[in-house]
């Protein structure tokens, strides 16, 4: 499995930003896609998550309303749109992959994604928001 994200930036504070997400090895199962970030001197965060399954997603709080997860399961991709963009939204975001499709009920239920649960990562793309 290979996990390549794409689309960071610099932009400024209330742009909008697409990041794509492409997981090429996991034809022939439902799996569910996460994005998370890591911004300096702080831990990974979980962000959101869908499920290929039912479409099912999760949001953390911080991002809620403002951020939105699509997938693409023909085309084995997966966007996290990002609008009114904050200046603490700069950070490395992380495209990760799980086969395990109670990873979106999880997170709910937990109120948090959990990177254990993820198996295949990408290597990041960097969002920097200027005020």
């Known amino acids: 499995v290979d996990i390549v994200e794409s689309g960071g930036g610099l932009v400024q504070a209330g742009d909008s930003l697409r990041l794509s997400c492409a997981a090429s090895?996991?034809?022939?199962?439902?799996?569910?896609i996460g994005w998370f970030r890591q911004a300096p001197g702080k831990e990974r965060e979980g962000l959101s998550c869908?499920?290929?399954?039912?479409?099912?997603?999760f949001y953390a709080d911080s991002v809620k309303g403002r951020f939105t997860i699509s997938s693409d399961s023909a085309e084995n991709r997966a966007y996290l749109e990002m609008n009114n963009l904050k200046p603490d939204d700069t950070a490395v975001y992380y495209c990760?992959?799980?086969?395990?499709?109670?990873?979106?009920?999880?997170?709910?239920?937990?109120?948090?994604?959990?990177?254990?649960?993820?198996?295949?990562w990408g290597q990041g793309t960097q969002v920097i928001v200027s005020s």
């Open positions: 990760a992959a799980t086969r395990n499709t109670k990873a979106v009920l999880t997170a709910k239920i937990r109120t948090r994604m959990l990177e254990y649960e993820y198996d295949y």
């Open positions: 090895g996991l034809a022939g199962g439902d799996y569910v």
């Open positions: 869908i499920s290929t399954m039912d479409d099912s997603t």
